[in-house]
């Protein structure tokens, strides 16, 4: 089915172990997102793609890391996770040729993640 | 970085009544978005408005881009228990083209009552 999908939808690790959050999407969007959802905070971005082999920083993206050696896929890796980073993560991805701001982003259903 | 608040955050009506939700701030954005999002999905876009004083239309919902482009409404007319969900704005600032992708705000929490 078309579309972006994001696994696993829930995950429970332990302090400390390295996760990894996986996104794919199958329009060939040039744009790919990583947001995190928290009470209080609303969405904010951790890190964007603008292509293959291109990523760059959001908002929140200590402790996290992620990689484009696809257009398709867009994994998110918390390297030594914390229990700040309880959270939902939402991957999204934007057609935009022209202004990104200006093109809808398309929002998988999210990662449930608690650290425990 | 640009903050967007949304008002109110918590909102529970009966079916049939009207309702606005609003999404201000103290800075100038080039576009703004509005999204709804259901529990345990991602947000779905609903419209983008571009132009300072803009008004949309979606059925029953009507969104307006206020004229210095610095806040936003959102007004449901005649609720239905399938209008209920979280409303978030998002806005893009200046001419980078909002490749950072957009900032949102925390959302208005929506139940509509039967």
């Known amino acids: 089915d078309a579309g972006i999908t994001q696994s696993p939808r829930y995950k429970i690790t332990e302090t400390g172990r390295q996760v990894t959050l996986m996104c794919h999407q199958t329009?060939?969007?040039?744009?790919m997102f990583w947001y995190r959802q928290d009470l209080g905070h609303g969405l904010r971005l951790i890190y964007y793609?603008?292509?293959?082999?291109?990523?760059d920083k959001g908002e929140v993206p200590d402790g996290y890391v992620v990689s484009r050696s696809k257009t398709e896929n867009f994994p998110l890796t918390l390297e030594s996770a914390t229990r700040s980073q309880t959270s939902v993560y939402f991957c999204?991805?934007?057609?935009?040729?022209?202004?990104?701001?200006?093109?809808?982003?398309?929002f998988g259903n999210g990662t449930r993640l608690t650290v425990t | 970085t640009q903050l967007l608040e949304q008002s109110p955050q918590f909102l529970s009506i009966q079916e049939g009544e009207n309702l606005t939700v609003y999404c201000n701030s103290s800075s100038v954005f080039s576009s703004l978005q509005w999204y709804r999002q259901e529990p345990g999905e991602g947000p779905v876009l609903l419209v983008t408005v571009v132009t300072g004083g803009e008004v949309k239309k979606l059925k029953r919902l009507t969104f307006q881009f206020g004229d210095a482009r610095k806040d936003s409404s959102l007004h449901i007319t005649a609720a239905q228990p399938g209008d209920t969900g979280l409303y978030l704005c998002a806005g893009a600032q200046g001419s980078g083209g909002g490749a950072d992708g957009l900032t949102f705000g925390k959302g208005t929490h929506l139940i509509i009552q039967p």
């Open positions: 329009w060939s969007h040039s744009y």
């Open positions: 793609s603008a292509a293959a082999d291109i990523t």
């Open positions: 999204a991805s934007s057609g935009a040729t022209g202004r990104v701001s200006n093109s809808p982003l398309h």
